[in-house]
T-cell receptor, first 115, second 113 residues
Framework: EADIYQTPRYLVIGTGKKITLECSQT?????MYWYQQDPGMELHLIHY???????EKGDLSSESTVSRIRTEHFPLTLESARPSHTSQYLC??????????????FGPGTRLTVL | GDSVTQMEGPVTLSEEAFLTINCTYT??????LFWYVQYPGEGLQLLLK?????DKGSNKGFEATYRKETTSFHLEKGSVQVSDSAVYFC????????????FGKGTKLSVIP
């Protein structure tokens, strides 16, 4: 069983609030990812990291930011939440290397609702 | 670029019916192929994978064979159960220096008693 954790699992907040979604993994994986999952289920990569101090934007433009100060921790921050940010956010990690080693392990997700 | 196309859902089956979810791909190099499953309210879990042509991945009664000639990786199960109700994602990672997964749009399966 993968050891990747996300908190909170559910979050309901008002417009304009600053929020941080937490993601931690205890597997020592170098690579970590954030996905946004829309109600139609499709996954969109919004951020990824190859290791400490590495962050890159994904395929879908996002107003969120990420940081990677420690290997095990990859938080996502929204400075000013809006209703359009309402979504499910999934964090994942994977081993270094290519091919089948790109198998990603997912956390349980954070369901964010912005009122 | 890489892409994955899977059959659109939702798919509704009766318990013990045969399941096929089609998945085809376009990729550079020699991709590895995956099926992930997402149960309600949870994250994605790896269901099975295959790393080269003609490999068959299998798990929990599900199977998929890597078919390079048809660029396909169809998911099958001989007899579905209510507990198989979930969203299924086909995915690939290209061997050409890519470190990311390319996902299909997902297929929602509902199994009714």
């Amino acid at each position: 069983e993968a050891d990747i954790y996300q908190t909170p699992r559910y979050l309901v907040i008002g417009t304009g609030k600053k929020i941080t979604l937490e993601c931690s993994q205890t597997m020592g994986h170098d690579k970590m990812y954030w996905y946004q999952q829309d109600p139609g289920m499709e996954l969109h990569l919004i951020h990824y990291s190859y290791g400490v101090n590495s962050t890159e934007k994904g395929d879908l433009s996002s107003e969120s930011t990420v940081s990677r100060i420690r290997t095990e921790h990859f938080p996502l921050t929204l400075e000013s939440a809006r209703p359009s940010h309402t979504s499910q956010y999934l964090c994942a990690s994977s081993l270094p290397g290519q091919g089948a080693r790109n198998e990603q392990f997912f956390g349980p997700g954070t369901r964010l609702t912005v009122l | 670029g890489d892409s994955v196309t899977q059959m659109e859902g939702p798919v509704t089956l009766s318990e013990e019916a045969f399941l096929t979810i089609n998945c085809t791909y376009t990729a550079t190099g020699y991709p590895s192929l995956f099926w992930y499953v997402q149960y309600p309210g949870e994250g994605l879990q790896l269901l099975l994978k295959a790393t080269k042509a003609d490999d068959k991945g299998s798990n929990k009664g599900f199977e998929a064979t890597y078919r390079k000639e048809t660029t396909s990786f169809h998911l099958e199960k001989g007899s579905v159960q209510v507990s198989d109700s979930a969203v299924y994602f086909c995915a690939l990672t290209s061997g050409a220096g890519s470190y990311q997964l390319t996902f299909g749009k997902g297929t929602k399966l509902s199994v009714i008693p």
